[in-house]
């Protein structure tokens, strides 16, 4: 079992930033790719950013230059930081992990609750 807690999320004027953080817990054995998700009211929820243990990140094309996804592998918790934020991207965020766990070694996705932004003057 793997708990996943966000915070940071809250309300932000258009052109301002926010920092969301997503800490990971339980019995890990190890976590591979780490993300963000965000699904706006009457909409599916899509892609964000994503990162893998050695670095690597992909980001969708509507937040590349803006948002930079961040991970503290020690702390297994996993950043957003979000500038030049527009109404459009009002949702709610998701932290999302795939990781094994002890005691049950396969590889399986896990959520968080998610956390709101809202952006509007």
């Known amino acids: 079992q793997v708990q996943l807690v966000e915070s940071g999320g809250g309300l932000v004027q258009p052109g301002g930033s926010l920092r969301l953080s997503c800490a990971a817990s339980?019995?890990?054995?190890?976590?591979?790719?780490m993300g963000w998700y965000r699904q706006a009211p009457g909409k599916q929820r899509e892609l964000v950013a994503t990162i893998t243990s050695g670095g690597s990140t992909n980001y969708a094309d509507s937040v590349k230059g803006r948002f930079t996804i961040s991970r503290d592998n020690a702390k297994n918790t996993v950043y957003l930081q979000m500038n030049g934020l527009k109404p459009e991207d009002t949702a709610a965020y998701y932290c999302?992990?795939?990781?094994?766990?002890?005691?049950?070694?396969?590889?399986?996705?896990?959520w968080g609750q998610g956390t709101q932004v809202t952006v509007s003057s």
């Open positions: 339980g019995s890990i054995f190890s976590i591979t790719v």
């Open positions: 999302k992990t795939y990781a094994r766990t002890i005691g049950n070694m396969s590889l399986r996705d896990y």
